[in-house]
């Protein structure tokens, strides 16, 4: 119940298109959902979040879609780019206590130019 | 601001060996993670404290891991013995508190290989 379910595994797209990653999960009292990127090398950086008040949120060319009575989160990249491949990782959390992020298994975006 | 900063970023050690890493969280952040990702999956909290105090520790395999936090700052992970399977990168993060919606950072991590 505390799992994430993240799809696809790897996604390639045409620069300029729309990259399209989902997850899905069980334990209802998850109250945030960020999204995160990963570079080679690096470690995760918050890309955006949201919480289950809202629907949708978008910052510049990337947008989260938010269905509560599914248990379903998606983050889509507009006009995607060469510089956007990177494995992202979506995650949940129940902020009441200890904030702990339980987070999906990753996927691996590569825009091809 | 300084970021979470991580050392070593490399580790090759024999399988039954010991082996600790260093964490030092971004400056004022009272909550600190370990996390271990091991390679194609994504993180898997180990353990997160608030100030000097576990808060969670529940997928800590305590047979063998250890962490602590003196004095609120930084953090050290040990690892006694290593398995084969504790090959993975081993991500500190710090947040400022334990209240809503409170971004984590996340350092470098540790790259750790049993061989």
């Known amino acids: 119940q505390q799992q994430v379910k993240q799809s696809p595994q790897s996604l390639i797209v045409q620069k300029g298109g729309i990259s399209i990653i989902n997850c899905a999960y069980e334990?209802?009292?998850?109250?945030?959902f960020p999204w995160y990127q990963q570079f080679p090398g690096k470690g995760p950086a918050l890309l955006i979040a949201?919480?289950?008040?809202?629907s949708e949120k978008k910052e510049g060319r990337f947008t989260i879609s938010f269905n509560k009575s599914a248990k379903q989160f998606s983050l889509h990249i507009m006009d995607s780019q060469p510089g956007d491949s990177a494995t992202y990782f979506c995650?949940?959390?129940?902020?009441?206590?200890?904030?702990?992020?339980?987070f999906g298994q990753g996927t691996r975006l590569t825009i091809n130019p | 601001e300084a970021g979470v900063a991580q050392s070593p970023r490399y580790k090759i050690i024999e399988k039954r060996q010991s082996v600790a890493f260093w964490c030092n969280p971004i400056?004022?952040?009272?909550?600190l993670y370990w996390y271990q990702q091991i390679l194609g999956q994504g993180p898997k909290l180990l353990i997160q404290?608030?100030?000097?105090?576990?808060?969670?520790d529940s997928q800590l395999p305590k047979d063998r891991f250890s962490a602590e936090r003196l004095k609120g700052v930084d953090s050290t992970l040990k690892i006694q013995p290593a398995k084969l399977e504790d090959s993975a990168v081993y991500l500190c993060?710090?947040?400022?508190?334990?209240?809503?919606?409170?971004?984590?950072?996340f350092g470098q991590g540790t790259r750790l290989t049993v061989v």
């Open positions: 993060a710090s947040s400022l508190a334990l209240r809503q919606y409170t971004e984590a950072f």
């Open positions: 334990n209802t009292a998850f109250d945030y």
């Open positions: 949201i919480r289950p008040d809202v």
């Open positions: 995650a949940a959390s129940i902020t009441q206590g200890a904030q702990k992020l339980v």
């Open positions: 400056s004022g952040h009272a909550t």
């Open positions: 404290f608030q100030n000097n105090g576990v808060v969670d």
